[in-house]
Structures are given as structure tokens and as C-alpha cells.
């Protein structure tokens, strides 16, 4: 079993930034691939970030590429997400998420593939 507990939320303005962090416990943290989702109302929820229990391979959704980093940090069992440049758009529920996978540069994108998930902060952006 991973636990995995999100932080870092808020409300901020459209510009501002805001960092994620997502803390796990439980099972060996670097064999995981970690991802964020993040859910809209009235929307379903959607891939965001991920990264590869290496740290060395990223992916990103086209719509918060060049805005958002994703980063771990496994001797502290802890992901990152950076949030620049925030537009009303990225208001969401956002979802941290563990997926087991040994080989270290493999990236997960589908809900499917993760075995578990945190239950979500909230990231509000005003206009």
C-alpha cells in the first residue's frame, strides 16, 4: 500500500503560481512513476504531469506545458508540482497519483495505469 497526501493548494490570481506537493508513505517510493490529474467541475478528470521514478523522463499535458514542472525528490518520498503563469482554466481539483512501474524512465498518462491516489486540493484560479 502507498498513502499519499496533497498539499499546496489555494485560491491566487490568474499570473500567480502555486507549488503541489505530495507526500507518500508506505511501499519503496522509487518504484513508482508519480503523476498529477486534475478534475474540473462538471468535467472529467484529466492527465496533467509525469515522472518517471528516476526522475529522468517528464510528460505533460499540451495544455500546461511550459507552465507547470513536475519534480520528486525520492529521499524524501515527495513529488512537486510547480503551477506559473495560472489561468482561471487550471481551477481544478488536482490528484497526486502512484503508479508502480521498476523501469526508471517510463512515464504512465491514463488514470488506469496508477495503483493509487491521494483524495485531492484544491487549486483555485481567479480572473
Known amino acids: 500500500q502507498v498513502q499519499l497526501v496533497e498539499s499546496g493548494g489555494g485560491l491566487v490570481q490568474a499570473g500567480g503560481s502555486l507549488r503541489l506537493s505530495c507526500a507518500a508513505s508506505?511501499?519503496?517510493?522509487?518504484?513508482?512513476?508519480m503523476g498529477w490529474f486534475r478534475q474540473a467541475p462538471g468535467k472529467e478528470r484529466e492527465f496533467v504531469a509525469a515522472i518517471s521514478w528516476s526522475g529522468d523522463s517528464t510528460y505533460y499535458a499540451d495544455s500546461v506545458k511550459g507552465r507547470f514542472t513536475i519534480s520528486r525528490d525520492n529521499a524524501k518520498n515527495t513529488v512537486y508540482l510547480q503551477m506559473n503563469s495560472l489561468k482561471p482554466e487550471d481551477t481544478a481539483v488536482y490528484y497526486c497519483a502512484a503508479g508502480w512501474r521498476p523501469s526508471r524512465s517510463v512515464v504512465l498518462t491514463t488514470e488506469k495505469q496508477y495503483d493509487y491516489w491521494g483524495q485531492g486540493t484544491q487549486v483555485t484560479v481567479s480572473s
Open positions: 508506505g511501499r519503496t517510493f522509487s518504484s513508482y512513476c
